[in-house]
């Protein structure tokens, strides 16, 4: 397989979709709900999510596609090649606000992250990793990650984690939000993982997230020496729903120790 050929590919599809993206601001969208009534999706997402499957098995019949809205393969095991794709990743942000939202991209073989691609449409800003080749912001290299201390950093996560919730003792977050420099929370996951990887953030963790949501910032932040696991400090699968805690190296170690060991994530 051409690797080039498949990360030319997938960086020219994903500034078409951000294209088409950018041109439905004018329109109405059409909004759903999912799981619940906080859980959006919209015409865009799927419209997008197809655009890329077609693309897709147009030039790679072969390899399978895992995507959010559904649209893609069945996908119960990461051999061969697999593209995990989530169209618009910030869909309530793309709803309310029109901006905080990206494209995230992952291409996957034998389950190792090849390619990842987050592409923060109204930024026109394409972050993008070829393992081993480095990673960039639009054309410019991103620099290896630096160590960081708890109190100089920024941790991104979502409020709903520091108060009463159903999965996990909110208590358990709470010294570390207090140790740190500060905390953000911009509803994207994908952004949040790139913005460890630019370093405008120190680490984002998350009680759950899917494959999509993480695939491509996961490729870009570990090109970078930044550390992805779950909140148990272990491998994510890629397959399956999990918590997910990413830093910048060091940073990553300390907080697993001295801040996560007693949950049950
Ligand atoms: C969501 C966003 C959000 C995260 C949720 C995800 P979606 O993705 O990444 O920041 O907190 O867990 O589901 O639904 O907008 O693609
Ligand atoms: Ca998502
Ligand atoms: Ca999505």
């Known amino acids: 397989m051409n690797w080039e050929n498949v990360y030319s590919h997938a960086k020219q599809w994903v500034k078409e979709a951000g294209e088409r993206i950018r041109q439905s601001f004018d329109q109405t969208l059409n909004i759903e709900t999912k799981t619940n009534p906080n859980d959006l999706v919209t015409n865009i997402d799927k419209e997008t999510e197809q ?17 959010e809205e559904g649209f893609g393969d069945q996908v119960d095991s990461l051999e061969g090649t697999v593209w995990l794709i989530d169209p618009i990743d910030g869909t309530m942000n793309f709803i309310h606000q029109q901006r905080n939202f990206a494209i995230s991209l992952g291409v996957y073989e034998n389950g190792v992250g090849k390619i990842g691609l987050v592409y923060d449409v109204v930024h026109d800003e394409l972050y993008h990793a070829f393992r081993g080749k480095g990673a960039f912001l639009n054309e410019k290299p991103i620099p290896p990650l630096k160590e ?14 520091v108060m009463p919730n159903y999965r996990i003792d909110h208590q358990l977050l709470i010294p570390l939000v207090r140790d740190a420099r500060g905390t953000r ?32 910032s996961a490729v870009i932040v570990e090109e970078l020496g930044g550390i992805i696991t779950n909140l148990r400090g272990e491998k994510l699968d890629y397959l399956s729903k999990d918590s997910l805690f990413v830093a910048k190296p060091g940073l990553h170690q300390t907080i697993l120790a001295e801040y996560l060991k007693d949950g049950k994530w």
Not at 148 to 157: Q, T
Not at 191 to 206: C, N, Q
């Open 51 to 67: 655009f890329f499957i077609k693309k897709i098995k147009e030039v790679y019949p072969s390899h399978k596609i895992l995507g």
């Open 148 to 161: 960081a201390s708890v109190s100089e950093s920024i941790i991104a996560l979502n409020a709903t984690w």
């Open 185 to 216: 929370s911009y509803g994207t996951a994908a952004l949040e993982i790139v913005f460890v990887a630019t370093g405008r953030v120190d680490a984002y963790i998350s009680m759950r997230l899917s494959p999509w949501d993480y695939a491509g």
